[in-house]
């Protein structure tokens, strides 16, 4: 199943740019609105697994929002590849850092996103949707809990997250734009291995990034397993569960985004975004 967020109504995918109305086709059962799924995403899923009908929307890139438009919670984790860990300097055995990305950066799957300073990188990351409230879950459990996972990018704003005594992750992260996420999401039943997927960008057609899931430090499960231990996840939470090497403030020289410039983030069984940017005014 796919379900995209098209001008703000909830879509079920079925076709390239063709999707049902939810709210139309379930005959008002479920609301147009892409975050009131997730109140009964296993009725809305059973719904789905068996909805027909003619296509009655017709939707292009850019008119796609955030599948998830609204999280009650946003956790976000760094330094979760073992090469992303290397390049940034992190010891053999540090824990990945976990910290928020404020729900106001989220964007969706064709955005133009502004740069407030010169020294904005990318990270392209496998972003998780939970569906059903969860507490100190099992790793057999854990993947029973997400309604489906969606491309993201964690923009961030180098200097001011390095500013001060600590570091400034949630605010450096959190500029307006700085969580693109799309084009849709993805139930797990459609991915050809859950587990072990490939994700790249491309920056002007240029390939800065290019892993695999499989080489998280701390995988889907271990992630879900040690957020639940501490906090209660919620129906509509995100998880952006870490990028691989290749980010612009680990290569020498180092690299960021410049106006005009496009990345498309991409992973495998579920698709691609894409982010340009314009300067500040």
């Known amino acids: 199943m796919r379900v995209a967020n098209v001008a703000g109504r909830a879509v079920l995918v079925t076709g390239d740019g063709v999707g049902l109305d939810v709210e139309r086709a379930s005959d008002g059962r479920f609301g147009a609105d892409p975050q009131a799924l997730f109140t009964d995403w ?13 296509p009655d929307v017709r939707f292009a890139p850019e008119q ?21 860990a290397d390049e940034a300097g992190y010891p053999p055995d540090s824990a990945p850092i976990t ?12 955005a133009v996103v502004e740069l407030p ?20 879950l099992s790793r057999e459990q854990a993947w029973e809990h997400v309604a489906g996972v969606t491309v993201g990018q964690d923009l ?36 050809p291995d859950r587990d072990d997927l490939a994700i790249s960008c491309r920056l002007d057609g240029e390939t800065m990034q290019s892993g695999r899931t ?20 919620l129906p509509g939470d995100l998880v952006f569960s870490g990028t691989p090497s290749g980010v612009g403030n680990a290569r020498t020289p ?8 496009e990345l498309v983030s991409e992973i495998e069984g579920v698709g691609s975004i894409r982010t340009r940017f314009r300067a500040a005014p």
């Not at 296993?42 to 003619?54: D, I, L, M, N, V």
């Not at 796609?64 to 992303?84: D, K, S, T, W």
């Not at 180092?254 to 410039?261: A, I, M, S």
Request: with cysteine; net charge neutral.
């Open 117 to 136: 300073t010169e020294t904005v990188d990318w990270e392209v990351e496998l972003v998780l949707a939970i569906g059903t409230r969860a507490r100190r």
């Open 254 to 261: 180092k690299r960021f985004l410049t106006p005009g410039e």
């Open 214 to 233: 499989s080489r998280m430090i701390y995988d889907v499960p271990e992630l879900l397993v040690r957020l639940s231990a501490v906090c209660t996840l």
């Open 99 to 110: 910290f928020t990305k404020f729900p106001t950066c989220l964007t969706g799957a064709d």
């Open 42 to 54: 296993g009725g809305f899923a059973g719904w789905a697994a068996g909805a027909t009908g003619e």
């Open 156 to 191: 961030s704003e180098r200097v001011s997250q390095s500013a001060g005594a600590k570091p400034q992750y949630s605010l450096a992260k959190s500029h307006e734009g700085f969580g693109p996420t799309g084009p849709w999401l993805v139930t797990a039943d459609e991915l």
């Open 64 to 84: 796609l929002g955030p599948p998830v438009p609204r999280p009650p919670q946003v956790f976000a984790i760094g330094v979760n590849y073992r090469e992303h």
